[in-house]
């Protein structure tokens, strides 16, 4: 895949500055994901999210559920390798429309 990106391509010069491109991209992508869920929690109630004020919560709350599915998009992001999503993939339901985003995050019914 990597000698597509270039016409003369060699393993030895372009193959670690890619390999470090797509290790910074994962990165890059994975630091944007919290900082999007972050500002999403911020917005939505002015939460600040520590593992006291996460215990502090109603069990049944909208929050609380947030937080889990957050939690686990995140997780899942952080174990992906640029070629794919090795931990799982699953929908950031923060980044969708208001409208739909507690169906993303819940079962996505609405598109049945």
Not at 20 to 26: A, D, G, N
Not at 35 to 54: G, I, N, R, V
Not at 73 to 91: E, M, N, V
Not at 93 to 111: A, G, H, T
Request: net charge negative; aromatic share 14%; with cysteine.
């Amino acid at each position: 895949m990597d000698n597509d990106c270039a016409e003369d391509f060699d393993t030895k010069t372009h193959g670690p500055l890619f390999a470090i491109l797509r290790k910074y991209s994962v990165v890059r992508f994975v630091k944007n994901v919290k900082s999007s869920f972050t500002k999403y929690l911020a917005a939505k109630c002015d939460f600040t999210w520590t593992q006291e004020s996460e215990a502090a919560l109603d069990k049944d709350s909208d929050l609380l559920k947030d937080l889990v599915a957050g939690r686990d998009g995140i997780a899942r992001a952080s174990k992906l390798s640029f070629w794919s999503w090795d931990a799982g993939s699953t929908h950031f339901f923060w980044r969708w429309q208001p409208e739909i985003q507690q169906d993303m995050r819940d079962d996505l019914n609405y598109l049945s």
